[in-house]
Structures are given as C-alpha cells and as structure tokens.
C-alpha cells in the first residue's frame, strides 16, 4: 500500500470511535439522529473491512502482512496493526453480523434502553481493534474496551434475569482478564517484549533456565483466551448469559467468544509452531481435550434445552470446541476448513438469535407446557367443522418464511447436507481421513465427536420446530421488514458459501498456509529489535 492507502488499516478503528464520542454528545434524545449515525459508521466499517480483505488478498505467498505504525514508532516499541488475511477475514465477519444486528435493532430495541448506539460503536470499535493488533498489551486494551461495550449491550433492556446472567458474565470475564494481565506481564519479564512477531522470534532462544517461566505466562495467557472461548468447564456462564441478552446484543455477542479462538489460533501457531525450537506443540494436547469436551457439554447443554435461546447457546459451545479441537490438530488442511466452519457457524447462530425474537415473541407464557397438555390428552382449542377440516391450515406468508429461515439454520448447525455447516465439518475432517495415511487416535474422536454433536442439535432443532410451526402454528407474531431482512441477509451469505465455496477455500487455504508459516508474519513486521539480553526496553 502507497499514500492514503496506507492509512486504511486504523480506520475500522477510528471510525466508530468517533461515531460513538459524537453520539455521546447528541445525547439520547435525538433518536433518528443516532441510528442514522449508527448506520453511516456500520456502512463505513464493512466498506473498508471489505477493501481490506482485498488488499490482503493481493498480497504475494511469503509477503501477506501489511504493517501500520502510530507515530511511526519502530513496531518493537510502539502500538502496531497487522493486517493479513486472518485479521481481514476477522474484519468482514464482524462487519456484517454489526450491520446485521444494528438494522434488526432499529426496529425497536434500540428504544429499550440508554447508549445503545454508542456501546455499539464501541464494541466494533473493539472487535476491529483485537484482530489488526499486533501487540499483545493493545490485545488486552481492546479487549477490554469490546467487553465493556458487551457488558452494556448484555445488560440493555434490563430484566431481573438479563441482569442476573449478565453479571456472571462480567465477573467472569474480569477474572480472565486479571489472568491475562498476570499472562502478559511475566511473557515480558522473560522475553522484554509483547510484540508478536518479536516474541516469534525470540522463543526459540530463550534460555533453557528462563523457558518453564516463560511457558507458565503463555498456560496463564491461555487459559484467559479460552475462558473467553468458553471451553469446558469454564463456559458455564455462556448459554445462561446469550439466552437472556435481547436478540441483536446475542448476535453480536456470537462473535465475542470467536475472538478467544482467534487469539489461540494466532499465537499458538505463531509462537508454538515448529520452528520454536524446545517450546514446539507447547499446550496442544490441552487444546484438542479441551475442545472435544466442549463439545461433549454443549451437546448435553443442546438437548437438554427447554428454549431457543438456551439451545443456541448450547450450539455456541459446540462450535468453539469444534474449532479449538480443529486447531490442535496442527494441519494446514484442517486449519482451512475450521476457517470457513468459523465463518458459517458465526453467521447461523447470529441468524438463529435474531430469529429466535421473531418467533417466541408472539407466544404466551406457558405455551409450551399448554401444547404438551392438549397433546397428551387430546383436548382441542376448539371444534372444527367438516368445511374447515376439508380447508385445510392456511399458512401465512411470514410463518413460511420463518419456516424455511429456520430450517436453514437447523441445518447449518447441525452440519447437515447441503449447507455451509457440512461443508465446513467436511473440510476439516478430509485432511485427517486422507487415503493413503493412518488417521490419528485424535482425528477419530474428533469425527465420532462431531457425528454425535450432529445427531443432537438435528434432534433438539426437530422438537424446537414441531413444538413452534406444528403444536403452536398461531402464535407467531407480525413481522417486519427491517427484522426479518437482516435474517435473511446472513443467511443468504451461508447459502453462498455453500454454492460458491471454491473462491472462499481458497482464499482461507492462503490464510491457513500462512498460518502454519510463522516467519511470514513476523518477517512482515519489522521490529529493530536488539539481539536477546542486549536490554528490555519496550
């Protein structure tokens, strides 16, 4: 990138901090004024994510990170964005669940609360932040400012139980984010530097006195990230806290428990690959034991669900663990198709919460035990006549409409044929059940895991259908336009992915490949570093 050009990769930054400071200081009153604001800056944001993920498209094998610098401080000392295309891919995910789930809020739950619009701008703001960074200090700093925004988001509309399950979630991230702060600072005090690239390629040289040390500040670093991930056990707070937030806040919220995979799946195989000498593969068997009992949990949490919400939560965990699992495997392959799962799999549960509002919100309390009742003994609302009997149910439009929305994301979660989920589970699993090679004890737990984890989300998503659209077909509420596109709209993008997956594999296998080639990207970020033992100055 030459002259302006250069400048692109802190505006996804800027941008919605400056939206969200003059939001600030409209005030509440003027309503229009911030969502009108609201959608510039999401717009805004998704442009640039977008030219973005082009410019680290066009980015040469062994040359794909692109490297700003504030101040023009030598990236060892200063505050650095990295751009390579993880972090772009990273960029357009989260772009398009904010435009998503800011249009479905316009509808009305912007109204339901204080600063929604800024604590929106602040966690893009956030997420946009964690992924170009870096630093592994900038990393904490904005994470803090996306899980302050999320604290807000979580808590808006407040209801006993919103507030409830929303300060489980805060104090259980404070305390990761205190680990991650104890993570950080004794990585510095052994290596002298929190820059990624500069610690990739310090690592190898630690010396063999400093190396124990050094690894229990990357396991304390580790554990915050996947606390964030929610892995098993640590992921008890998450369908409690997704299930009672309001259906544009779950949505984004979907892609928060992403950023702890990003994290581990950045600096595992940037600081622990192969050509980390004695500390190679460090915390991988965690990784692969901790993913597949997650998986094990949200598959219990799924069936055991008595609501959409939670059951959806359950999904969440499901997919964290299918990707922390997927990473440990260390396979350029596997890494590939645990990309393109991250995208489908983000994309169908933000669908999911978002349309979970649109059909529970016309049902009454009780319905459900209503419906089993009627059932069981064979009570009728009402007697109908041979003339209607004859007629048949007319099915309203917006019904079928989210009839077939929900299907679709039964599908997509559950990995089933022929949408985006399956393809996703079926590229990660090819590389380990190549012909020709004997598949590992991992890799076969790994299949049997995501087979059974299948089986119970399709089975927990037939009984949600038939107890919504069969046993209660009347109560789905009125919907709008502007609630029901944003549905459609992220939908749609999975039905693309499924017709059109060769561009996107492509692109993910070049990201993957990278990935697995740590030198690309610390050889992208000129540090000047000292050589080791030559003095810490950050």
Same mark, same amino acid.
């Given at each position: 990138?030459?002259?302006?050009?250069?400048?692109?990769?802190?505006?996804?930054?800027?941008?919605?901090?400056?939206?969200?400071?003059?939001?600030?200081?409209?005030?509440?009153?003027?309503?229009?004024?911030?969502?009108?604001?609201?959608?510039?800056?999401?717009?805004?944001?998704?442009?640039?994510?977008?030219?973005?993920?082009?410019?680290?498209?066009?980015?040469?094998?062994?040359?794909?990170?692109?490297?700003?610098?504030?101040?023009?401080?030598?990236?060892?000392?200063?505050?650095?964005?990295?751009?390579?295309?993880? %972090?772009?891919?990273?960029?357009?995910?989260?772009?398009?669940?904010?435009?998503?789930?800011?249009?479905?809020?316009?509808?009305?739950?912007?109204?339901?609360?204080?600063?929604?619009?800024?604590?929106?701008?602040?966690?893009?703001?956030?997420?946009? *932040?964690?992924?170009?960074?870096?630093?592994?200090?900038?990393?904490?700093?904005?994470?803090?400012?996306?899980?302050?925004?999320?604290?807000?988001?979580?808590?808006?509309?407040?209801?006993?139980?919103?507030?409830?399950?929303?300060?489980?979630?805060?104090?259980?991230?404070?305390?990761?984010?205190?680990?991650?702060?104890?993570?950080?600072?004794?990585?510095?005090?052994?290596?002298?530097?929190?820059?990624?690239?500069?610690?990739?390629?310090?690592?190898?040289?630690?010396?063999?006195?400093?190396?124990?040390?050094?690894?229990?500040?990357?396991?304390?670093? #580790?554990?915050?990230?996947?606390?964030?991930?929610?892995?098993?056990?640590? #992921?008890?707070?998450?369908?409690?806290?997704?299930?009672?937030?309001?259906?544009?806040?779950?949505?984004?919220?979907?892609?928060?428990?992403?950023?702890?995979?990003?994290?581990?799946?950045?600096?595992?195989?940037?600081?622990?690959?192969?050509? %980390?000498?004695?500390?190679?593969?460090?915390?991988?068997?965690?990784?692969?034991?901790? *993913?597949?009992?997650?998986?094990?949990? #949200?598959?219990?949490?799924?069936?055991?669900?008595?609501?959409?919400?939670?059951?959806?939560?359950?999904?969440?965990?499901?997919?964290?663990?299918?990707?922390?699992?997927?990473?440990?495997?260390?396979?350029?392959?596997?890494?590939?198709?645990?990309?393109?799962?991250?995208?489908?799999?983000?994309?169908?549960?933000?669908?999911?919460?978002?349309?979970?509002?649109?059909?529970?919100?016309?049902?009454?309390?009780?319905?459900?035990?209503?419906?089993?009742?009627?059932?069981?003994?064979?009570?009728?609302?009402?007697?109908?006549?041979?003339?209607?009997?004859?007629?048949?149910?007319?099915?309203?439009?917006?019904?079928?409409?989210?009839?077939?929305?929900?299907?679709?994301?039964?599908?997509?979660?559950?990995?089933?044929?022929?949408?985006?989920?399956?393809?996703?589970?079926?590229?990660?699993?090819?590389?380990?059940?190549?012909?020709?090679?004997?598949?590992?004890?991992?890799?076969?737990?790994?299949?049997? %895991?995501?087979?059974?984890?299948?089986?119970?989300?399709?089975?927990?998503?037939?009984?949600?259908?038939?107890?919504?659209?069969?046993?209660?077909?009347?109560?789905?509420?009125?919907?709008?336009?502007?609630?029901?596109?944003?549905?459609?709209?992220?939908?749609?993008?999975?039905?693309?992915?499924?017709?059109?997956?060769?561009?996107?594999?492509?692109?993910?296998?070049?990201?993957?490949?990278?990935?697995?080639?740590?030198?690309?990207?610390?050889?992208?970020?000129?540090?000047?570093?000292?050589?080791?033992?030559?003095?810490?100055?950050?």
């Amino acid at each position: 990138m030459s002259g302006w050009g250069d400048h692109l990769l802190i505006l996804p930054i800027l941008v919605p901090l400056i939206a969200g400071a003059v939001m600030i200081l409209i005030g509440e009153r003027r309503r229009r004024t911030l969502a009108a604001l609201g959608v510039v800056s999401t717009l805004a944001v998704a442009a640039l994510a977008l030219a973005l993920l082009g410019i680290a498209g066009t980015a040469e094998p062994g040359a794909m990170v692109r490297v700003y610098r504030l101040g023009d401080w030598p990236a060892a000392f200063g505050i650095v964005l990295v751009l390579d295309r993880l %972090a772009a891919v990273m960029l357009v995910l989260t772009s398009v669940l904010a435009l998503a789930a800011l249009v479905f809020a316009l509808a009305r739950w912007h109204r339901a609360g204080t600063y929604f619009h800024p604590l929106f701008q602040f966690q893009i703001m956030g997420l946009n *932040g964690a992924f170009l960074t870096g630093d592994l200090f900038n990393l904490f700093v904005f994470f803090e400012v996306m899980l302050a925004a999320s604290y807000g988001l979580a808590l808006h509309g407040s209801t006993r139980l919103r507030v409830q399950s929303a300060m489980h979630y805060i104090v259980i991230n404070l305390v990761a984010s205190l680990l991650f702060l104890i993570g950080v600072s004794v990585i510095y005090g052994v290596t002298g530097t929190l820059n990624m690239a500069d610690l990739a390629g310090r690592i190898p040289s630690i010396a063999a006195a400093d190396r124990g040390l050094m690894e229990a500040g990357c396991a304390v670093l #580790g554990v915050a990230f996947v606390i964030k991930a929610a892995i098993w056990p640590l #992921g008890f707070w998450l369908p409690t806290t997704y299930a009672a937030a309001s259906a544009p806040a779950a949505a984004m919220l979907s892609i928060l428990s992403k950023v702890g995979i990003y994290a581990i799946l950045r600096l595992w195989l940037l600081l622990f690959g192969d050509d %980390a000498g004695a500390s190679a593969g460090f915390g991988g068997t965690w990784l692969l034991v901790g *993913g597949l009992a997650t998986i094990g949990f #949200g598959s219990v949490v799924v069936l055991a669900a008595q609501s959409a919400a939670r059951l959806v939560g359950g999904c969440v965990l499901v997919s964290s663990g299918t990707l922390l699992a997927a990473i440990a495997m260390g396979v350029v392959g596997v890494t590939q198709g645990a990309l393109f799962y991250l995208a489908s799999s983000v994309l169908g549960i933000a669908a999911f919460f978002l349309l979970i509002e649109l059909f529970e919100r016309g049902r009454d309390a009780g319905a459900d035990v209503l419906a089993v009742t009627r059932e069981a003994f064979g009570e009728e609302d009402e007697v109908l006549s041979e003339s209607e009997e004859s007629a048949g149910i007319a099915i309203p439009v917006g019904t079928a409409v989210l009839g077939l929305s929900f299907i679709a994301c039964a599908l997509i979660l559950a990995g089933l044929p022929p949408l985006s989920g399956f393809v996703g589970k079926l590229a990660m699993l090819v590389p380990l059940l190549a012909p020709g090679e004997a598949p590992s004890a991992g890799a076969w737990v790994l299949l049997g %895991a995501l087979l059974v984890s299948g089986l119970v989300t399709t089975i927990a998503m037939v009984r949600t259908g038939i107890d919504v659209f069969w046993a209660s077909p009347d109560s789905v509420a009125r919907i709008r336009l502007v609630e029901i596109g944003p549905v459609l709209l992220l939908l749609g993008l999975c039905i693309a992915l499924t017709a059109k997956p060769q561009p996107v594999m492509q692109y993910l296998g070049a990201a993957a490949a990278s990935l697995h080639q740590p030198q690309d990207y610390a050889g992208g970020v000129p540090t000047d570093r000292p050589p080791p033992g030559e003095g810490k100055a950050r």
